[in-house]
């Protein structure tokens, strides 16, 4: 399959912001009391399912994932910049990280037990979420769960020239709404279980939105299980 070609403004503009995005953005046990618990949630619910490792598809500097190891799971970190993965393998050296895009997953049919897809999304055209969203339903077990975090709009988006301390990138960004993100979730084959949106406070600059879902067990597979 031939790459699509925003990857490749993404992964050069984060191979060069890599350093100061990594010293910039806050380990998960910073981050606001909702989202951590949106996060604790989705670890108990693959332990609990046992069917595999869990992706952390757009890990960046491998915080997250090392976040999900401590809370019990058995991470990969997947990053389209291969500077991203430079640093998560240098802080976490005892995690498994790997450069990857999340629109041709390097992961057989049904191999993993969550995929994790925190603020990794939004770089995508919306006509490619479809694509990316079927990779997720490809990889994941059935009876697996997915964890999908972003920020979200009414359906502008943006092309910054800086960003992470004013160095150059040139990826676009876009906000649509929750109920679209619901339904492409729900159209690639996932049934949410629930879903949160925050609104825009003193601490958070935009809305955010996460839906925690599982790919169903098919009728053929319950019956002989």
């Known amino acids: 399959m ?41 670890a108990e619910l693959v332990q609990a399912s046992g069917l595999g490792p869990v992706a952390d598809l757009g890990c960046g ?31 976490f050296p005892d995690l498994p990280f790997s450069v990857g895009s999340i629109t041709a997953l390097e992961f057989a049919d049904d191999a993993l037990g969550g995929i994790l897809a925190f603020y990794s999304t939004h770089h995508t055209p919306p006509e490619l979420l479809p694509l990316v969203f079927a990779e997720f339903h490809r990889t994941l077990a059935p009876g697996g769960h997915l964890l999908l975090v972003g920020h979200v709009g009414s359906g502008e988006h943006r092309r910054p020239t800086q960003a992470y301390g004013g160095l150059p990138v040139s990826f676009e960004s876009y906000r649509l709404p929750p109920g679209q993100l619901a339904q492409l979730v729900n159209r690639a084959g996932f049934t949410i279980d629930a879903q949160l949106v925050q609104e825009p406070d003193e601490k958070l600059t935009w809305k955010i939105a996460s839906f925690l879902a ?11 299980s």
């Open 214 to 224: 599982h790919k169903p067990i098919s009728q053929k597979a319950s019956l002989t």
């Open 2 to 42: 031939t790459e699509p070609s925003y990857l490749s403004e993404v992964r050069e503009s984060y191979d060069t912001v890599a350093n100061a995005y990594a010293a910039m953005v806050k380990p998960p046990s910073e981050l606001d009391p909702l989202s951590r618990s949106m996060l604790t949630a989705f």
């Open 61 to 91: 500097p491998g915080k997250v994932t090392a976040h999900l190891a401590g809370l019990g799971v058995s991470p990969i970190g997947i990053d389209v910049s291969p500077k991203m993965i430079e640093l998560a393998r240098t802080a």
